[in-house]
C-alpha cells in the first residue's frame, strides 16, 4: 500500500524517482497513472484497446483458484504472479521505452515490481513449503498452477491477436518517427561523430 523500506527508497532516489512520487501511494494508483500516461501517449484507451470478454478467462481462473481454498490462492498468487512478474514487466519496461520514451518516473510502478517482485517470491516461498507437506498437496498445486499459468497464456495469446493492435504499432511507429528528427544531425556534435562514425560510415561505402 505505498509502504516501502528506506533502501527501497533510496535505490529509487539513485534511478532518478523521487521518492515522494511512490511513498504512500498505493500501488493501483501508480498502476493507473502509467496506463493513463501510455494512453495519452498512443493516444488509445485501454477500454478501447481490450474486448470485455478478454478478461473473462483469467477471471474465471482467479474464481477456480480460490475455490481451491488456502493452495489455489498460493499458487495463484506465487507461480501466476509474484515469481514471473519481474520477467513480464521487465519486457514491458523496455517495450514502453523504447516505443514511447518513457522516463523511469514515469514507470516506477514496473520498476518497483522489477526490482521488488523477487523478494517477495522469496518471502512466499517459505510459505508454499509448508503447504506441501503431502503428495495430494503438490499435485493440486500444480493443477492450480497451470490453470492460472494457462490463462495468463490465452489472455496474451488474444492480444496479439487483435486487429487493431496493428493500429496501435501504427501510431506508436508514428511518435517514434517524429521524436527521431530531433536526433538528425547536419554536423558533428560529439566525439564518437569524430572517430568511431567516420569508420563505420567507410565500412558501409
Known amino acids: 500500500m505505498g509502504f516501502y523500506h528506506e533502501e527501497t527508497l533510496e535505490e529509487c532516489e539513485m534511478l532518478g524517482i523521487p521518492r515522494e512520487s511512490v511513498e504512500n501511494i ?47 490462492l498460493l499458487a495463484s498468487l506465487y507461480f501466476g504472479s509474484e515469481l514471473i512478474v519481474p520477467s513480464i514487466y521487465s519486457a514491458l519496461l523496455v517495450g514502453l521505452r523504447l516505443c514511447l520514451n518513457l522516463s523511469r518516473e514515469e ?16 518471502n512466499i516461498r517459505d510459505i508454499i513449503v509448508s503447504h506441501c507437506k503431502t503428495a495430494e498437496d503438490r499435485i493440486e498445486f500444480v493443477k492450480c498452477t497451470e490453470l492460472i ?24 511507429s508514428k511518435l517514434y518517427d517524429k521524436q527521431a528528427s530531433k536526433w538528425s544531425r547536419d554536423k558533428p556534435r560529439c566525439l564518437s561523430d569524430f572517430t568511431g562514425r567516420p569508420v563505420v560510415y567507410d565500412f558501409i561505402r
Open 26 to 72: 498505493p500501488h493501483h494508483q501508480l498502476f493507473r497513472e502509467l496506463v493513463n500516461t501510455v494512453e495519452k501517449k498512443v493516444q488509445c484507451s485501454y477500454i478501447d484497446f481490450i474486448p470485455d470478454d478478454f478478461s473473462g478467462v483469467m477471471v474465471k481462473a482467479q474464481k477456480e483458484c480460490v475455490a481451491k481454498g488456502k493452495i489455489g
Open 107 to 122: 514507470t516506477r510502478f514496473l520498476l518497483l515490481h522489477v526490482s521488488m517482485g523477487g523478494d517477495h517470491a522469496d
Open 149 to 172: 499459468i494457462n490463462a495468463r497464456v490465452s489472455f496474451y495469446d488474444k492480444l496479439g491477436s487483435l486487429q487493431n493492435l496493428q493500429n496501435v504499432h501504427d501510431k506508436a
